[in-house]
């Protein structure tokens, strides 16, 4: 069974259009985020959800919206999609303090290509 | 805010070779995790060690909280342990944030 799951895997668009990546975990954890990687590999976090709550918003445009219908679950939706949104997008989950402390598990990504 | 540094950048090993990948971070942290990128995009994870020493087949790992700095030694190198090596850190202060090092990409030669 896989853990944290995300879909699509590949995502080829054009600018200006609107998408939604999807990520799913069934390891019961209460935090979820999201991770831009950039061409040059620097993997930086945009976004932390607590519980459904949204905890960090590493200063992301507007055009990014997260969200989560539950604790097992965090979309991301990207509005008016640009150049500089290409990237691999990474959703990973973990347990975090004071109701536990487990290490972060990771999706597969999704490589978005704007064209 | 936190900088979290890896060395060296780049690491060409021939098979059967050892090698240490070095994490030095410039405030407390109280969880520390290394990752595996394999060339498929996957980031594995590899060791959960937030303070000392955990082994698990032919890569092991040691932080020194106190230090600042987390070590990850591979041993008997392979080809499939080609890649990207990333350490990320979580603050004292930082709950729910983790940063991410800069990587060492590793190529293993056959």
């Known amino acids: 069974d896989t853990a944290v799951s995300q879909t699509p895997k590949y995502l080829v668009t054009q600018m200006g259009n609107d998408k939604s990546i999807k990520c799913e975990q069934n390891?019961?954890?209460?935090?979820m985020y999201w991770y831009k990687q950039d061409s040059k590999k620097f993997l930086k976090i945009m976004f932390s959800y607590n519980n459904k709550e949204l905890i960090i918003n590493e200063t992301v445009p507007n055009r990014f919206s997260p969200k989560s219908p539950d604790k097992a679950h965090l979309n991301l939706h990207i509005n008016s999609l640009e150049l500089g949104d290409s990237a691999v997008y990474f959703c990973?989950?973990?347990?975090?303090?004071?109701?536990?402390?487990?290490?972060?598990?990771f999706g597969d990504g999704t490589r978005l290509s704007i064209l | 805010g936190i900088q979290v540094e890896q060395s060296p950048p780049d690491l060409i090993l021939q098979e059967g070779a050892n090698s240490t990948l070095r994490c030095n971070f410039s405030d407390s942290v109280n969880n520390l995790q290394w990752f595996h990128q394999n060339p498929w995009g996957q980031l594995i994870n590899l060791f959960y060690i937030p303070s000392g020493t955990k082994q698990n087949g032919r890569l092991s790992a040691t932080t020194v909280a106190t230090e600042r700095y987390s070590l990850l030694y591979i041993s008997s190198s392979q080809t499939t342990d080609s890649g990207v090596y990333f350490c990320?850190?979580?603050?004292?202060?930082?709950?729910?944030?983790?940063?991410f090092g800069t990587g060492t990409r590793l190529k293993v030669l056959a």
């Open positions: 990973a989950s973990s347990q975090e303090p004071p109701s536990g402390n487990q290490p972060q598990h």
């Open positions: 390891l019961g954890h209460d935090t």
């Open positions: 990320a850190v979580r603050t004292t202060s930082g709950t729910y944030k983790y940063i």
